[in-house]
């Protein structure tokens, strides 16, 4: 079975500064790992993947999150907060043999100070 | 490219109420295709999921149901609605061993 924690539910930051937003996973296999990202009222976007290529991955918006087996992890960065990242923020998982069946975290919003 | 197409964007119901919400996809031939279900603070629960027409598989035990009339069409359904299943509803599609790309989302308050 295949499972996501994201700790604590919200995060807060200044323009400008980090983000970190953090991802832990459990998996049998071999992961695929994902970042999404939801605004008010819409639906999921696709923020970047990890699937077994690259261990650090690139995504939109200046995002990106590493893959780290030893740590079980896929934490998602970017260097400089901008007003229009403030949003809800989920994980998933899905099994790499699996047909695309993703287990999500239960999310972390991301709130920026101006 | 491919889209996905869901609606209504809104619906507030009466409790006992019948529910039918659509999704479609165009772009693709024989996506997968699946319903979730967001509740506040509660992350995202997949309710149902299908790899071809005719082919349903539910995740949890509920009041809902799901139909693929059609290769590119999820429907999902329920014959009366309760309190409980107040949340916003998104469909999504795929193709094997992708990404998973969501449609805007139906939020439904039953009242």
């Known amino acids: 079975a295949q499972s996501v924690t994201q700790l604590g539910s919200h995060v807060s930051v200044s323009e400008g500064a980090l983000v970190l937003l953090r991802c832990n996973y459990s998996?049998?296999?071999?992961?695929?790992l994902f970042w999404y990202v939801q605004y008010p009222n819409q639906g999921l976007q696709l923020l970047l993947k990890?699937?077994?290529?690259?261990?650090l991955v690139k995504g939109i918006n200046g995002f990106e999150a590493e893959f780290k087996k030893s740590e079980t992890s896929f934490h998602l960065t970017k260097p400089s907060a901008h007003m229009s990242d403030a949003a809800e923020y989920f994980c998933a998982v899905s099994e790499s043999g699996a047909n695309s069946k993703l287990t999500f975290g239960k999310g972390i919003t991301l709130s920026v100070r101006p | 490219s491919q889209t996905i197409h869901q609606w209504p964007a809104t619906l507030v119901q009466p409790v006992g109420s019948p529910l039918s919400l659509e999704c479609t996809v165009e772009?693709?031939?024989?996506?997968?295709l699946y319903w979730y279900r967001q509740a506040a603070g509660r992350g995202l629960q997949l309710l149902f999921y299908s790899v071809g027409i005719g082919q349903i598989s539910s995740e949890v035990p509920q009041n809902l149901s799901a139909s693929r009339p059609q290769d590119r069409q999820f429907i999902l359904s329920s014959k009366k609605l309760l309190l409980s299943d107040s949340g916003f509803y998104l469909c999504?599609?795929?193709?094997?061993?992708?990404?998973?790309?969501f449609g805007a989302g139906t939020r439904l308050s039953v009242l």
């Open positions: 999504a599609w795929s193709v094997l061993r992708a990404s998973l790309y």
């Open positions: 990890y699937t077994s290529a690259a261990t």
């Open positions: 998996s049998s296999v071999p992961p695929y």
């Open positions: 772009g693709t031939s024989n996506p997968n």
